[in-house]
């Protein structure tokens, strides 16, 4: 392949995701939940993380914060990205989303890198708002450090996002399974109850959960270490999401052509 039809492709689907982005991001302004799940959630969170304890360390408020922050993006990231196929199917036009000249696929990701750029922007700026009112002792993130943590948290809600878009296709039941997705992460995600706070069994879920080990990493680079051990554990399972999420999606398409279902609801 020539060096010109490469900057080809590559220019399309930079073009594809960016547009798709954009189109998110103006669908989630419109809809009055993305300011629940995007303001009010994340500051009710913190406000009873760092009233109910009396004279936090700095490291354990950077951990709380940090806790937050992951904890309501993760609930967004359902919210906003996972339902992106199920409202294509819902108004009818799925069957022209995933037939299309251009994968599917890049628009959904598109979509979800949106959605991930919009709630990461407005989350950080309510929990610095709550910050500045309540001023805790607080340990200074390490710029660098911060911002390559979100934007790995980024791409693991992106790639999140696949996977639970096709997951939502294949139910009828989206909102339930959104809520048990979103509910059970925040008891068993590892990112505002401890993993050793839990009982045995449901301890490990945590160790399944990138934003847990992007906690980790957030949590030392407050403290001047770099935790490349949480780092790469993030970007190993952020990679698995993306390919469960890509062979989900081949397999869902695949299976509604074959029971012409693409837009049934």
């Not at 547009?19 to 009055?32: D, F, G, I």
Request: charged share 10%; proline share 5%.
């Amino acid at each position: 392949m020539r060096t010109a039809d490469i900057a080809r492709r590559v220019a399309t689907t930079a073009d594809v995701v960016v547009t798709s982005a954009r189109m998110r991001v103006a669908e989630l302004l419109a809809t009055p939940a993305t300011l629940v799940l995007t303001v009010i959630q994340p500051a009710v969170l913190l406000l009873v993380v760092l009233l109910t304890g009396d004279h936090l360390p700095p490291a354990r408020v950077n951990t709380l914060v940090t806790g937050v922050l992951l904890t309501a993006f993760s609930g967004a990231t359902v919210r906003g990205t996972g339902a992106v196929l199920a409202r294509d199917r819902a108004q009818g036009v799925l069957a022209r989303t995933v037939t299309g000249t251009v994968d599917a696929r890049l628009v959904v990701v598109g979509k979800g890198l949106g959605a991930g750029l919009l709630c990461v922007g407005q989350i950080a700026a309510t929990i610095a708002a709550v910050l500045l009112v309540l001023r805790p002792p607080m340990s200074p993130w390490h710029p660098g450090l911060l911002a390559a943590g979100l934007v790995l948290a980024l791409l693991s809600g992106a790639a999140v996002g696949l996977l639970i878009a096709c997951l939502f296709v294949l139910t009828r039941y989206a909102v339930q399974v959104s809520s048990i997705l979103i509910y059970g992460n925040y008891v068993l995600g590892g990112m505002l109850i401890p993993p050793e706070a839990l009982p045995a069994p449901l301890g490990w879920f945590s160790w399944l959960v990138s934003l847990h080990w992007l906690q980790e990493f957030l949590t030392g680079a407050a403290t001047g270490r770099t935790d490349l051990g949480a780092l790469g554990a993030a970007a190993v399972l952020t990679i698995g999401y993306g390919v469960a999420g890509s062979l989900l999606f081949t397999r869902m398409v695949t299976r509604a052509r074959g029971e012409a279902t693409l837009d049934l609801v």
